[in-house]
């Protein structure tokens, strides 16, 4: 209805530095909130992005959901032999090249096997403990980010000298060895074998730098005394999102339990949903803080203009009517704020962006935000409803004043 | 041969209408008062300050409800405890002037003239200004439609209170001591409005004075005290 927007109007106007500190209220927690939206989302899907980048989507191991039923269990149900031993089952994924083939013929993504070996490795007398894994260089390339952190070669090196071998950057500093040293790789049963040194690789993750060494598929296979098995694929989905129902798949079909990534990280995951219930908790509370300034303006109004409503009153406007008038007020200092504090916060995330972090262990990096209308959205709404809820109470005291009171009092 | 006598339906009627205040402490401002308003009749209400005067005039123009009786309206009931209808009455059927002009003050005359229009809003805007325009050039107010209330002299303020009073053409018009607070030039200006508007329109107005020579000018002056009619002179 125009009239009531016009005489809305006509209270706001005459309020006019009030009603600009509520809307700047309004526009500042909408703005913050933003901000922090961004910043928090932004921060989680980086964080989610590097977990899933840095290991692979789905990890098949050699491993089996239930320990493998022993022939005796089967054979003899009705009485318990006790003293039988086990029967022996030969570790590592079996047939893998035709795993590989069959995964490759449906999967949407990429798959590379790998073997594990725990050894000692020597050079100039100094030894330190390292995981060796046997890598497929070729296929390693599709499911790992191990090409990009290569120091002073490639994985195309491996094939140079018929025992190649990459290490950790901190493993090498340990032990003192360079990209062309020969060193000593002795595997747990103690058997010896002579690798060159064809890269550094640097991750980033200290823990992992100082113990990890890649060969190929092959020397680890004779460090860890197996030939012709792997113990892991690793598989990489296009859709990561996905990789749990592909991992399910993937188990059905092989019988080798299959780790996605959600499942490998459902701590971590779910530490985030903690945090982002913290988040809309925080964001909520600004919001709610800055309703408080519209409320005051709206009492304040309303106690201005008792006579006026008095005076609307008696000519035959109906309480609902008065109701709308100072509602309309709540909701236009809402959406002026809403709107001011869209682009508040826009320029806000514009400003933290610029900031930039210098490390010396790290390149410099940027904060991470992330930009979504859902976060402008939602904070335009919660701040509409705040704005809605804090004209309506005392939109309805407003509403309720008798006329007869008021004209009484003056004459 | 038989002579019909035109039956006439009282505009506003009171019929054993008791209004109390107070919670505890009660205090009755109306007693018990039958009082029906014909159409075209000019009414005075006088009284000592106290009687119930304003009390009866704000029961009359359905602005409060009677705590006891009933209120009819061109013979039809007014459910008085049922706020929104009566306000929907007051905007369609009855107009008020106050002691206090109660113009809004940041609006125009004009836009102050055209309120009521708009709430009831039953004609176009443009339909709205032409007669509001036309209501105020009536009271001699044309030079002054586009000023605030501030810029207006009383006699003035209260001319355009007059005008709002008639934007959606009243049955009714009710003042409550609509001369209070003027010179009596002012006062004697106001008046002639008012008997003009009962002359030339044939509605009716009812008005609180304490005056008694205004009081004189109207065709029928009701005297209360204490809450009940001691006169009622015609």
Redesign the interface.
């Known amino acids: ?3 009531v927007f ?2 809305a109007v ?1 209270h706001i ?2 309020r006019l530095r009030q009603t600009l500190v509520g809307l700047m209220g309004v526009a500042m927690g909408v703005g913050f909130s933003v901000m922090m939206a961004a910043l928090m989302e932004g921060s989680q899907r980086d964080f989610v992005s590097q977990l899933v980048d840095a290991l692979p989507h789905i990890t098949m191991s050699d491993e089996r959901r239930d320990p493998p039923r022993q022939a005796a269990e089967d054979h003899y149900q009705v009485v318990a032999y006790s003293g039988l031993s086990t029967m022996a089952t030969r570790p590592g994924i079996k047939n893998p090249y035709a795993i590989i083939a069959s995964l490759d013929s449906w999967l949407d993504g990429a798959v590379a096997p790998s073997v594990q070996a725990r050894a000692v490795i020597r050079y100039a007398s100094r030894d330190t403990a390292a995981n060796v894994t046997g890598i497929d260089p070729r296929r390693e390339v599709s499911v790992s980010k191990l090409p990009q952190q290569l120091r002073g070669g490639t994985v195309g090196d491996l094939y140079r000298s018929s025992n190649a071998i990459i290490l950790g950057d901190r493993l090498a500093q340990k032990i003192g060895a360079r990209v062309g040293n020969t060193i000593a790789v002795v595997s747990g049963t103690g058997r010896v074998v002579s690798c060159t040194v064809v890269a550094l690789v640097h991750s980033g993750v200290s823990q992992a730098d100082e113990t990890q060494a890649f060969t190929l598929i092959k020397t680890a296979q004779i460090l860890a005394g197996q030939t012709g098995i792997v113990n892991a694929m690793r598989i990489r989905v296009t859709d990561v999102m996905q990789a749990m129902s592909v991992a399910e798949r993937i188990e059905a079909q092989t019988g080798y339990k299959s780790v996605s990534w959600q499942e490998a990280n459902e701590d971590l995951l779910s530490a985030l949903q903690v945090r982002n219930f913290i988040m809309y908790t925080v964001v909520g509370a600004i919001l709610l803080v800055a309703s408080f300034g519209t409320y005051n303006i709206i009492s304040t109004i309303t106690h201005e203009k008792t ?2 409503i ?12 008065v109701r709308s008038i100072f509602l309309l007020e709540a909701l236009m200092i809402g959406v002026a704020g809403t709107l001011a504090g869209w682009a508040l916060g826009y320029a806000l995330c514009g400003m933290l962006e610029t900031i930039e972090f210098k490390s010396p262990f790290v390149d410099t990096t940027h904060l991470p935000l992330y930009y979504t209308p859902t976060h402008y959205l939602l904070a335009g709404l919660i701040a509409l409803l705040a704005s809605g809820i804090a004209g309506y109470l005392p939109a309805r005291k407003a509403a309720s004043v ?3 009171e008021i ?2 009092g ?2 | 041969m038989t002579i019909q006598l035109p039956v006439t339906t009282p505009l506003i009627e009171l019929r054993h209408v008791t209004k109390t205040i107070g919670d505890g402490v009660e205090t009755t401002l109306v007693r018990d008062i039958s009082l029906a308003i014909e159409p075209g009749e000019f009414v005075a209400i006088t009284g000592p300050s106290g009687s119930g005067k ?1 009390s009866l005039l ?1 029961l009359l123009g359905l ?2 409800a009677p705590t006891s009786g009933e209120v009819f309206m061109q013979g039809r009931p007014v459910p008085v405890d049922d ?2 209808q009566r ?6 059927h ?1 107009g ?1 002037v ?3 002009h ?3 003050t ?2 125009t005359s004009l ?1 102050n003239v055209m ?2 229009m ?4 039953k004609i176009s805007e443009a339909q709205m200004k032409d007669r509001a325009l036309a209501l105020l050039a009536s009271l001699g107010l044309e030079a002054h439609a586009h000023k605030l209330p501030g810029q207006l002299s009383g006699g003035q303020r209260q001319r355009v209170a007059i005008a ?1 009073a008639l934007a959606n053409e009243p049955h009714v018009i009710l003042a ?2 609509p001369t ?1 607070n003027l010179d009596s030039q002012s006062s004697e200006q106001v008046l002639g409005v008012l008997r003009r508007l009962v002359d030339e329109t044939k509605r009716s107005i009812v008005m609180v004075t304490h005056d008694l020579g205004l009081a004189a000018r109207a065709d029928r002056q009701l005297r209360i005290v204490d809450g009940r009619i001691s006169n009622d002179i015609t």
């Open positions: 209805m125009r009239l016009d005489i006509t106007r005459s006579r006026d008095a005076i609307l009153k008696s000519l035959g406007f109906t309480e609902r009517t008798q006329p007869v004209i009484r003056a004459s | 304003s704000y602005l409060d706020e929104a306000a929907r009455l007051r905007l369609k009855l008020f106050f002691q206090f109660f113009l809004l940041e609006f836009m309120l009521p708009r709430a009831l809003g709002r409550d001591e209070g």
